[in-house]
């Protein structure tokens, strides 16, 4: 489903009568899926943010639309948005152009907008999965995909050897170099058979509730 559908199909269940016409907008990063604000948007504001793709608000103070980065450039780019179970809150997902708080921070909350080691993973992961769908002749991760499973197989089966290799060396930089390899091409490999990581961490915690 594209944006501008989402959009209208979250708006047609919308309960803005129940707030005196607004609902708070719950703002967090599409990648690193950190909180960056909250706001509030009537039914024009959320209009106005399916027509233009960038998030734009109600304010209370000045009582007005406004559209975040309409002064700053730091737009507010939609992803994806949700409503939730009482139909009367949104969660959108975006892509931010710079910082979002008026302060300069990357975070209302004065926080840094930084995913961890973990939400890299779910990005590279998210990448990966973009090159299977949308294959590019220019990239090694889509010439992977288009050589099928018993391929990558073979080259996990391969980087696993290497990395066998380096452990009974001392050169650390070559260890991780070859350990890097290992986990890249063990993604593909899950995301080739359709399976998700999440799928394998969550074997992993039934065996530790043993």
């Not at 708006?11 to 706001?39: E, H, R, W, Y």
């Not at 949700?82 to 997902?93: H, M, R, V």
């Not at 290497?162 to 993604?187: C, G, P, Q, R, W």
């Not at 080739?192 to 074997?203: L, Y």
Request: glycine letters at 6%; charged letters at 25%.
């Amino acid at each position: 489903m594209n944006l501008e559908n989402l959009i209208a199909n979250t708006t047609m269940n919308i309960d803005f009568a129940k707030q005196g016409g607004l609902v708070p907008a719950i703002i967090q990063d599409a990648k690193t899926d950190k909180v960056l604000m909250l706001g509030y948007m009537n039914q024009e504001a959320l209009t106005k943010t399916q027509a233009e793709g960038v998030v734009t608000f109600y304010s209370r103070s000045k009582e007005r639309l406004w559209t975040k980065g309409e002064t700053s450039n730091n737009f507010l780019h939609v992803v994806e948005i949700l409503l939730d179970c009482d139909q009367d809150a949104l969660l959108i997902k975006v892509n931010p152009a710079g910082p979002t708080c008026h302060t300069g921070t990357d975070t209302c909350w004065q926080e840094t907008n930084d995913p961890g080691q973990a939400g890299w993973l779910n990005h590279l992961k998210a990448v990966i999965r973009s090159r299977k769908n949308n294959p590019s002749d220019k990239s090694y991760t889509s010439s992977l995909f288009k050589k099928g499973t018993n391929k990558i197989a073979q080259k996990v089966g391969e980087e696993a050897v290497e990395l066998v290799i380096e452990a009974m060396d001392s050169n650390d930089t070559l260890f991780k170099e070859e350990a890097s390899d290992l986990l890249f091409h063990y993604l593909v490999l899950l995301e080739q058979r359709g399976i998700d990581f999440d799928e394998i961490i969550d074997v992993l915690r039934a065996r530790n509730a043993k």
